[in-house]
């Protein structure tokens, strides 16, 4: 789906990743998800952070609108 938000109005798209099995890492591991949910299909960009954020400025060392926001912590 495609979430619209903020003013300006940005766009962040989504996908739906299904509950399932897979195999991942090495040595190979199995790893089951029990619920689906909806994931961003990039990164957020520092403009969509701070239309989400109501302006707060994004926790980035490289700054620039298009530019991915990283150094974001729990």
Known sequence: FVLKYGFPA???RFRWIPP???TRGTPPR???????FWMAE???TQDQWRAVMRGNPAPS??????????SVSA
């Open 10 to 12: 940005v766009e962040m």
């Open 20 to 22: 399932g099995t897979f």
């Open 61 to 70: 060392k490289f700054v620039g609108g298009n530019l991915p926001v990283e």
């Open 30 to 36: 199995e790893i089951t998800i029990s619920k689906g």
């Open 42 to 44: 990039t990164e957020c």
